[in-house]
């Protein structure tokens, strides 16, 4: 069941997130990694933006998390973790799915260059990868994160012409 976060899910989102991340550990530049991968005032700064996430429940438990942000002009796709232990299941794809829904914008994705796993779950949902000089664009258009990550990171839209596309 797919069903918007609380605050009461802070703590097991958190758990979520980290365990989740541990499948870059390795993948990604060694300078982008960092343990935990996102600490509680971190998490807290995401539900600050304005990141509403959403969490994948069974049997009581939170088994996967991802968050949507509304920029305006599209929405994106952000921190979308899946316990390691029940990756493989679907459940990405139902929280896409229940995320993705609700909108008519464009949506962006961000992830790591080096997270194949990941481009090719997303491209499987429908979403492209954009050529590098406009996702830079799109990266420093709607994102807050350092200019190293995005030098190391991708963006997918469901959209062939995303907002200020030419």
């Known amino acids: 069941m797919v069903r918007p976060s609380t605050p009461e899910d802070f703590a097991e989102m958190l758990a979520v997130i980290n365990d989740g991340a541990s499948a870059y550990k390795g993948v990604i530049p060694a300078d982008r990694w960092h343990e935990p991968y996102m600490s509680e005032s971190e998490l807290q700064g995401e539900l600050d933006a304005a990141v509403r996430f959403s969490c994948f429940i069974e049997g009581g438990r939170i088994l996967g998390v991802m968050g949507v942000q509304d920029k305006g002009p599209v929405?994106?796709?952000?921190?979308?973790?899946?316990?390691?232990?029940?990756?493989?299941?679907?459940?990405?794809?139902?929280?896409?799915?229940?995320?993705?829904?609700?909108?008519?914008?464009?949506?962006?994705?961000?992830?790591?260059?080096?997270?194949?796993?990941?481009?090719?779950f997303y491209g499987k949902h429908g979403f492209s990868v954009l050529p590098e000089p406009r996702a830079r664009a799109l990266?420093?258009?709607f994102w807050n994160v350092p200019a190293r990550q995005m030098e190391t990171s991708v963006v997918l839209a469901n959209d062939d012409r995303p907002p200020g596309a030419t």
């Open 75 to 120: 929405i994106l796709i952000r921190h979308a973790y899946i316990r390691t232990s029940a990756r493989r299941r679907g459940i990405g794809g139902e929280l896409l799915a229940a995320l993705t829904q609700k909108t008519e914008k464009p949506i962006l994705i961000g992830t790591w260059k080096a997270a194949r796993w990941a481009i090719d």
């Open 139 to 141: 990266l420093e258009a």
